[in-house]
């Protein structure tokens, strides 16, 4: 019973107050699977490595439970999920996704666990695991995208994508750190920087996706900046695109006056390793990506540039400070024979103990305690800022959220070739145009009598005055370019 559960942790919790070493969490038999074997499908990351392979190992040795892991490059693991859920293939235990890329589509076709039972079995769960109340509200947010939709994931990773700038080229050339769009492209074009008068830059201001579909995650928080959007709902209720708006194409417009203007043109092409690579060697002073590529710049080893960037927030727009906040999720396939266990494994990797030692290895955490807690060192001081106000703060807006994803990101990629390539307003609109026609159809074709949230701005909230200064300052930054 609750009462008695209550009781016997104020037991334990005097126990270890009198220097008897006991866990919170006694209540639930880590062994109670002893012998069992788990497949688990995950993407290719650096937090792969850094966390989830380690913490395995140790797993193991706690519970007796072994975790086979099958890691693959994100489309080819997500192929691979797809085949053997259609297939209802009973080996396929744990797998990890991002609820703003399939989670509807796995979640319409019923293939995910819904995990409430577990959560409110007291012999799975500890009893100091403290779900929901210890996530952070921007990471709660994404892990439902259908209206009624089951509690079927745990989101852990809360990675967004942020500005890396180089500190030390800011400094040296006296340049405001941007906190909103008109200072971020005076910014890129201040540091797009000849050095040896040949006419060609040998640093670039600005540095991001500039390819095709690609470009949906980087663009995201620009778009949505602007007061733009890819979806919206009319009066009736239905949804449809937005991205032929006017502050849609206003941000469409801007983005790609930036990659055109201030990048080098390998960005056109490049995959977002390849971008990183770039400016882990020096090549470029702002560069746009998923958080955790600082391991790479910050790695003296493979970087040019180590302990000279640092990470701030996207600069705001006209329509409001949105951080883009693509989280991983994990979840238990609906036809697995060892759900029990799998959720033990779960619940065991995303306790607060274990949680911290992610975040030690700078991949940012969904749980508040992880970031609060006295053994976390942020790897700059504006990382850890950016990282937890993007955590809060942030929504899932890195693609258009919808059943038939791959098709609407490659229409959004399709205009930001235009924008990109062209840059005339009337050839970006007309793209937009004829984009957001094939969306909408798209969502009536695939989305009939299904309540699909679809992530609209009035999801994020409102960032506080001053929260956009705060990673600037962190760095002794805010009083540059006076």
Known sequence: STMGRKFHSLLLATTVAVGITGTASADVNWRQFEGTTLNAAFFTANYIDAWWRPMA????????????MLVLQAGQIRKKQDIMLAGKDSTLDVL??????????????????????????????????????????????????????????????????????????????????????????????KLTIDENGDGKPEIYGF???????????SFASYLFNHGGSWFKTTADGTKVSNINSKESVDAFEFYGRLIREYAPKSALSNKPPQNAALYAAGKAAMHQE????????????????????????VPEGPGGSFPN????????????????????????????????????????????????????????????????????YGIAIAKPQAIAIGQMRDAAGEVMNIAIRNGDRAAIQAAADKAAEFMTALVAKTETGMDFIGVMPSLGKRMKPGVQQEPIAADGMDKLGQ
């Open 96 to 189: 990890m996704l991002q609820m703003d890329n399939r989670g509807g589509k796995l979640t319409a076709a019923g293939h995910l666990e819904d995990l409430t039972p577990y959560l409110s079995d007291a012999s799975l769960t500890p009893a100091d695991y403290d779900y929901p109340g210890d996530w952070l509200g921007g990471c709660i947010n994404t892990e439902r995208v259908i209206k009624g939709q089951s509690h079927n994931n745990i989101v852990w990773s809360a990675q967004a994508q942020l500005l890396h700038i180089r500190k030390d080229l800011f400094k040296k050339y006296n340049v405001k750190v941007p906190t909103n769009m008109a200072e971020l492209e005076a910014a890129a074009k």
């Open 207 to 217: 540095l991001s996706r500039g390819w095709g579909r690609l470009t949906t995650a």
């Open 290 to 313: 998923l958080n955790f590529w600082h391991g790479l710049s910050d790695n003296p080893k493979k970087s040019r540039i180590a302990g000279k960037s640092t990470v701030i927030l």
């Open 325 to 392: 906040l693509p989280t991983t999720s994990i979840a238990i396939s609906k036809y697995s024979e060892k759900k029990k266990a799998a959720w033990l494994y779960i619940a065991w990797m995303t306790q607060k103990h274990i949680m911290v030692k992610g975040q030690n290895a700078a991949v940012p955490m969904c749980r508040r305690s992880s970031w609060t807690d006295p053994t976390y060192k942020a790897p700059t001081p504006g990382w850890g800022s950016s990282a937890k106000h993007a955590a809060d």
């Open 57 to 68: 190992k140790q797993f193991q040795k706690e519970t007796g439970i072994k975790v086979k």
